[in-house]
């Protein structure tokens, strides 16, 4: 393998080149050690994003702290763009640059990743994503598609270009680099707050969730969060390995794919303690608890995880510190034209 050029010579390599030494393409591969060497390649591309401290009784519920992860300020407005740094920064990207499917977070983070990095971009969008990520894909620059009614349908049509061009696919949240990246949101949280007992954590196709949880390795309860109308890794649970699920719901474009990752449910399965459904009744009230009581804009899926609070559906115990993941922006639900 060719090392970059602060390798050379040095005692020990670059987090870059540790990480490109192994082919990852097994669970084991996302562990602790590859997330902190991927964390190390990405962070001049990302944002350390912030917590809020707040409490419970600012949204109607007894007085409790809860922690806010703000990671809904990450660069094109969701988590996403560790993972896809991870991809471009970590793997080959050939002349036909990268081809990426997404019900639009994904497909936004790599358009960013890629106008930063000077690699074309083409984004398989379903007709489901929402207006606001079809126009962050467009204006990072990128080759914008629209393909089909769901994510599965875009992913079958990026797929076709794939064989077509020879460009290199992102996948959303099934490939090693994908979930290394998203697994430096729990790098951060456990650095700036490392007394929490619970995370609660929105879940699609697991790569946030299975990044997550690989970096915590069951030293914090990890509580999935999923819409009821999509619900794929409670779907996972219940057969023992993942499967077909409904996809559609309020947060259909960004936590609905057919089923979960194959990378991430090994680790979801060891380190996760229980999926919680959530209505889309519930999410729509937690976007407007979030800006109402805070001024935070969440996209559906960035409120999901909250929903959970506000709805009853997770009851911390007394003295019990929680912290919340709010993941993505990506909304129109504020019009500052009116």
């Not at 390798?7 to 996302?30: E, L, V």
């Not at 997404?102 to 936004?108: F, R």
């Not at 947060?251 to 303690?273: K, Q, T």
Request: net charge negative; charged share 15%; aromatic share 4%.
């Amino acid at each position: 393998m060719e090392h970059c050029a602060e390798c050379i010579g040095a005692a020990t390599t670059s987090p870059q080149c540790a990480i490109k030494d192994g082919i990852m393409t097994a669970t084991s591969d996302i562990n602790r050690e590859r997330i902190a060497a991927t964390e190390a390649v990405i962070r001049p591309h990302i944002r350390r994003t912030p917590l809020v401290q707040a409490d419970l009784a600012d949204f109607g519920l007894p007085a409790a702290p809860i922690t806010l992860k703000l990671e809904l300020l990450q660069h094109s407005g969701s988590f996403k763009a560790r993972g896809a740094f991870a991809n471009l920064l970590l793997r080959q990207v050939p002349q036909a640059g990268v081809v990426a499917a997404s019900g639009g977070n994904h497909g936004a983070a790599v358009a960013y990743a890629a106008q930063r990095l000077g690699i074309p971009a083409t984004i398989f969008v379903p007709d489901i994503t929402s207006p606001a990520k079809a126009e962050r894909i467009r204006g990072y620059g990128a080759k914008l598609v629209i393909a089909g009614n769901r994510y599965a349908d875009a992913l079958a049509a990026s797929e076709a270009h794939l064989a077509e061009t020879g460009a290199l696919a992102v996948h959303a949240y099934d490939q090693a680099e994908t979930l290394l990246g998203q697994g430096s949101v729990g790098l951060e949280l456990e650095q700036d707050a490392p007394g929490i007992d619970t995370l609660l954590v929105a879940v699609g196709g697991g790569g946030l969730i299975g990044g997550i949880a690989a970096w915590y390795e069951g030293r914090t309860r990890i509580v999935a969060i999923e819409p009821e109308q999509s619900p794929t890794l409670h779907a996972a649970f219940a057969a023992g390995a993942p499967v077909d699920a409904p996809a559609g719901g309020l947060a259909a474009d960004s936590l609905a794919p057919r089923r979960v990752g194959e990378l991430m449910f090994p680790i979801a399965r060891a380190h996760v303690e229980r999926v919680v459904l959530v209505s889309d009744d519930a999410i729509r009230q937690a976007q407007a608890a979030l800006w109402s009581s805070l001024r935070l804009v969440a996209e559906p899926g960035g409120a999901a995880a909250f929903a959970a609070l506000l709805s009853g559906r997770y009851r911390p115990s007394a003295g019990e510190r929680i912290a919340v993941l709010v993941c993505g922006a990506n909304t129109t639900a504020v019009n500052f034209d009116s």
